[in-house]
């Protein structure tokens, strides 16, 4: 049958079964308009397109299939582009159709024009421009087929407004097979056995779990292994929920923000087992110095992860539940871990993660509210700073994808449509934004598309009235010479009530929890204002370019 | 160290922009370059020359490289057996009475003397980089009005071929 470019598109996009797409329209995608008018398909109109690539992104983590974004050419793809990085980062996969000018004006400088493929060359896995409406099935099939193999990450299709109009026969490709792309997905079985013989002669082994135990869906497999060996687990920022944070052998997150118990045990230790996780400096310290007497073995999907920043002695490229599941099989003997679980203990008792209580509202406290009030069930989202860090340390994950962050590029304004793609993927979830007063303020135009399209998230503003990450780091290193991080900010509740959302103000303590319990009732979008502590800081902490067990701050 | 790399990747444009920006993003200068079609149409070999003070950095280039989705394979000639070529043409000013001395020269070289045009002659060149270095320092006799040399292409010796990516 012939179909027009923009109709194939939508039906390409019903078959790869997507649930929702999360766009802006404009000049350069009026025909992809048109055909979504009545296409049955979900669509959220958000109020900045770098919302769209959030809240696909944040879609994407939540349920582990692709997220969808549309935009149109020159400025609306443009504004899709922090998105993008913020995914490719983190290796989400993120699936961005963009309006493009007519293919004969490309190049002229045309009204929108932007060169997006150009643009987004090194922020996206791979991008297509499509210059024939007889390749824009096969390359939609591609786009989703790369997005979410191998490592995953966003991929880009640029569309011409011409090529959206022009009609061809419409082929479904019903399979995928791209020569140059084949991600390898087990491990090498010789490798498999010296890592399980490495096991077994470790005696201070420690599991340094990252993203990449979440993507692959590794966490059940993480956990046996841990439980057979006897070993403790330590996470990433990304790899939060990839083991339970309440289990006996968890450690919590390591690096510069991470617990002092996980930093001394992976300088400690004579064996890293590293899943999925790839020694970002946030982790290692300072280099040179880390880990001296440990052997690593590094199991990654992407061979250019392994022994990049430290010199690994068993690679193994592969995903990480199949090669977690190989080496299950191939561990014969279990190391004897007593001693070193005993001397964990000890270290867990000599510096706890505390927070002083002070007359005003702790930050932490906040935290730890919101898991008690939801039973440790809400899906939390962050943004970027002091928020996001405690929103890592004080809330007990125990499951994947349960928390939603910017890792690797640390975008504020991430944290808030992000949870608009969670809230989408999973109505009856509780979704909470842990959020600052200067990252709420860089996506605050989404009130209206949570409210306009019934999405309530709750969000927990964490008010410190300061861009308070890098407050703490005039603080600390700056002799507290405080330069343009304090903030002015709106009245959030009147705010919030402007835009048909339910606002609510919290200034003492026994505030907090009655607050948070409320949001969670009321059937409506709910700011809630925090009026924390200003100048608490994150702690423990690891100085830039220190070693990664000289700690600062808090009991550590 | 020089390295010579060759690369196969997928026939399609943008491919050549994903590779130089890899380089370029690293403040990378790319010695020469040779891109050409091979027997399959859709599949283009191109032969590149890098500098790197860092081997490290390369490792990682070279990873990234076999990580890009047009990329078929990438392989590094440095220690292993291979020939290279290159391909010179020099233009110089060459009068009648040059012309015998100039012809002797290229005829050493194994090189040919074309498009003899008023006073100039062009003088083309194959051969590897010594080859190459060398006719130059004695065909500076002649007045050298213009230079042009193509990217190097590289061979391994023996049954090597490059291999595509593992399934
Ligand atoms: C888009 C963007 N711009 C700048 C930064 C640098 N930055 C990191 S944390 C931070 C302060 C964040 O302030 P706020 O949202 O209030 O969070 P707090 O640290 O106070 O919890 C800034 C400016 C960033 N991460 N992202
Ligand atoms: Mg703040």
Not at chain 1, 283 to 301: E, L, M, N
Not at chain 1, 351 to 363: A, L, Q, T, W
Not at chain 1, 486 to 505: C, H, M, Q, W
């Amino acid at each position: 049958m012939k179909m027009k470019g923009a109709d194939i598109l939508i039906e390409c996009l019903k078959r790869e079964n997507i649930g929702v797409i999360f766009g802006y329209p404009g000049g350069s995608v009026l025909p992809i308009f048109d055909s979504l008018y009545d296409a049955g398909l979900k669509f959220v109109l958000t109020r900045h397109e770098q919302a769209a690539a959030h809240a696909a992104d944040g879609y994407a983590r939540a349920t582990g299939r692709p997220g969808v974004c549309l935009a149109t050419s020159g400025p609306g793809a443009t504004n899709l582009t922090t998105g993008l990085a913020t995914a490719y980062m983190d290796s989400i996969p993120v699936v961005a159709i963009t309006g493009q000018v007519k293919t004969s004006l490309i190049g002229n400088d045309a009204f929108q024009e932007a060169d997006v493929t150009g643009i987004t060359r090194s922020i996206t896995k791979h991008n297509y421009l499509v210059k024939d409406v007889k390749d824009l099935a096969l390359i939609i099939r591609e786009a989703f087929w790369i997005a979410s193999t191998g490592r995953p990450g966003p991929v880009l299709v640029d569309i011409p407004v011409d090529v959206q109009q022009q009609e061809c026969e419409f082929v479904w490709p019903e399979q995928v097979c791209i020569r140059s792309y084949r991600p390898t997905l087990f491990g090498h079985p010789g490798q498999v056995k010296k890592a399980a013989k490495m096991i077994s002669s470790a005696r201070r082994p420690l599991i340094y779990a990252g993203g990449g135990v979440i993507t692959s869906g590794a966490h059940n497999e993480l956990r046996e292994l841990a439980e057979k060996i006897n070993a403790p687990v330590t996470w990433t920022l990304m790899g939060i929920g990839g083991f339970p944070a309440t289990h006996k052998l968890s450690l919590g997150m390591l690096g510069m923000h991470g617990t002092a118990y996980a930093n001394h045990a992976i300088m400690e230790s004579d064996l890293i087992i590293a899943v999925g996780a790839r020694f970002d400096d946030r982790v290692t310290g300072r280099i040179d110095v880390f880990a001296p007497s440990a052997k690593i073995i590094h199991i990654d999907i992407d061979p250019a992860s392994i022994s990049k920043n430290v010199k690994v002695d068993i690679p193994m490229v592969g995903d990480a539940r199949n090669v977690l599941g190989q080496l299950l099989e191939e561990l014969k003997s279990c190391p004897d871990t007593g001693e070193w679980l005993k001397t964990l203990d000890g270290w867990k008792k000599k510096y706890p993660m505390v927070y002083k209580e002070s007359g005003r509202i702790k930050p932490q406290y906040v935290i730890e509210q919101i898991d008690a009030a939801s039973k440790g069930k809400a899906l939390i989202s962050t943004e970027v700073g002091q928020n996001q860090m405690w929103a890592a340390q004080w809330y007990k994950y125990d499951y994947p994808r349960t928390f939603i962050s910017s890792g690797g590029l640390g975008t504020m304004g991430f944290g808030f449509p992000a949870a608009m793609g969670v809230k989408v993927a999973y109505p009856e979830r509780i979704v909470f934004d842990i959020a600052g007063d200067g990252s709420i303020q860089m996506n605050i135009q989404e009130l209206a598309t949570c409210v306009s399209n019934k999405i309530n998230v709750k969000i927990a503003i964490l008010n410190n009235g300061y861009l308070g990450m890098v407050r703490q780091w005039q603080e600390l290193f700056y002799k507290r010479r405080y330069s343009h991080t304090a903030l002015l900010n709106p009245d959030f509740v009147k705010l919030a009530k402007s835009y048909g959302a339910e606002g609510i103000r919290v200034t003492k303590k026994e505030e907090v929890r009655p607050a948070i319990e409320k949001a969670i009732e009321i059937d409506n979008v709910v700011m809630i204002d925090f009026r924390i502590e200003p100048e608490e800081n994150v702690f423990p902490m690891v100085p830039a370019g220190e070693a990664i067990n000289r700690m600062i701050g808090g009991m550590a | 160290m020089r390295h010579t790399i060759s690369i196969l990747v997928e026939n399609k444009f943008g491919v050549l922009a994903r590779i130089a920006g890899l380089f370029s993003a690293r403040g990378y200068n790319i010695i020469s370059l040779s891109v050409s079609e091979t027997l399959d149409p859709s599949i283009s070999y191109l032969t590149m020359v890098v500098d790197t003070r860092d081997e490290k950095v390369l490792e990682q280039v070279k990873k990234q490289l076999n990580k890009l989705i047009d990329v078929i394979t990438v392989t590094d000639f440095t220690k292993k057996d291979y020939i290279d070529r290159e391909l010179m043409m020099i233009k110089v000013s060459c009068t009648a009475g040059d012309k015998a001395a100039l012809e002797s020269l290229a005829k050493k070289w194994g090189a040919g003397v074309t498009h003899c045009r008023g006073n100039t002659a062009i003088v083309e060149i194959v051969g590897d980089q010594e080859k190459l270095k060398k006719t130059l320092e004695e065909a500076k006799r002649f007045n050298i009005k213009e230079l042009v040399r193509a990217g190097k292409i590289a061979m391994a010796t023996g049954d090597l071929t490059p291999k595509s990516k593992t399934a």
